[in-house]
């Protein structure tokens, strides 16, 4: 029978920061032997960089730690401006990880049909850049209700206070910052491997 982690801040695999977070020493980050990976926030949008991001993500590949980085999308702006944001701020060679792609973001003001054709345009030419096939990172609901059928070879980042037995998934991130990691102030964003997965799903073959 598969565990219910619901509540439990003390299971995890990797976790995902941003500006928010304040990281404090990435030495302690990398000891924690649960933190297999750190995602870390870099473009949302057509024109916003977190402003913590490059220096954020050098410090803990120093540090010895697998990092990767996420993108917000948005229909708030066309897929290949928001391409344009993602290029110029994530180079490639400093990437151990496949680019992760928040999907969830005001798809309300679109038609499924829109949304999907948008999505898929970004992901397209973010795979073409990166050589890899981005993870797509939503909830379970917007899941089933939008890229269920038109995503069904990607791989999935599903965000549920539960495990997602309803969908499929590679990773599924709790509740928003329950995680607390040392070298970190504050709470954490903290994902958990499906039991047939694992960091090979993510790492970059170079």
Same mark, same amino acid.
């Given at each position: 029978?598969?565990?219910?982690?619901?509540?439990?801040? @003390?299971? +995890?695999?990797?976790?995902?920061?941003?500006?928010?977070?304040?990281?404090?020493?990435?030495?302690?980050?990398?000891?924690?032997?649960?933190?297999?990976?750190?995602?870390?926030?870099? !473009?949302?949008?057509?024109?916003?960089?977190?402003?913590? +991001?490059?220096?954020?993500?050098?410090?803990?590949?120093?540090?010895?730690?697998?990092?990767?980085?996420?993108?917000?999308?948005?229909? !708030?702006?066309?897929? *290949?401006?928001?391409?344009?944001?993602?290029?110029? !701020?994530?180079?490639?060679?400093?990437?151990?990880?496949?680019?992760?792609?928040?999907?969830?973001?005001?798809?309300?003001?679109?038609?499924? *049909? *829109?949304?999907?054709?948008?999505?898929?345009?970004?992901?397209?030419?973010?795979?073409?850049?990166?050589?890899?096939?981005?993870?797509?990172?939503?909830?379970?609901?917007?899941?089933?209700?939008?890229?269920?059928?038109?995503?069904?070879?990607?791989?999935?980042?599903?965000?549920?206070? @539960?495990?997602? &037995?309803?969908?499929?998934?590679?990773?599924?991130?709790?509740? &928003?910052?329950?995680?607390?990691?040392?070298?970190?102030?504050?709470?954490?964003?903290?994902?958990?491997?499906?039991?047939?997965?694992?960091?090979?799903?993510?790492?970059?073959?170079?």
């Amino acid at each position: 029978e598969e565990p219910n982690y619901m509540g439990d801040s @003390t299971i +995890y695999d990797g976790i995902v920061l941003s500006h928010e977070n304040n990281v404090v020493d990435w030495d302690k980050v990398a000891q924690d032997s649960l933190v297999q990976f750190v995602y870390w926030k870099a !473009t949302d949008g057509a024109s916003v960089q977190d402003s913590k +991001y490059k220096k954020s993500l050098k410090a803990a590949r120093k540090a010895g730690l697998k990092v990767g980085s996420a993108h917000y999308f948005r229909m !708030t702006s066309k897929p *290949e401006d928001q391409f344009k944001n993602f290029k110029k !701020t994530v180079k490639v060679d400093d990437q151990d990880l496949i680019p992760a792609v928040y999907a969830e973001c005001e798809f309300k003001r679109s038609s499924k *049909e *829109e949304f999907s054709a948008a999505l898929k345009s970004f992901l397209d030419k973010v795979e073409e850049y990166c050589g890899v096939r981005p993870i797509i990172c939503c909830s379970v609901g917007v899941y089933h209700k939008r890229l269920k059928k038109d995503f069904a070879d990607y791989m999935f980042w599903m965000s549920n206070p @539960t495990i997602p &037995s309803t969908a499929k998934y590679t990773l599924w991130q709790t509740d &928003s910052y329950v995680g607390h990691i040392d070298g970190i102030d504050g709470g954490v964003d903290i994902s958990t491997f499906n039991d047939s997965c694992g960091i090979e799903n993510l790492i970059i073959n170079k």
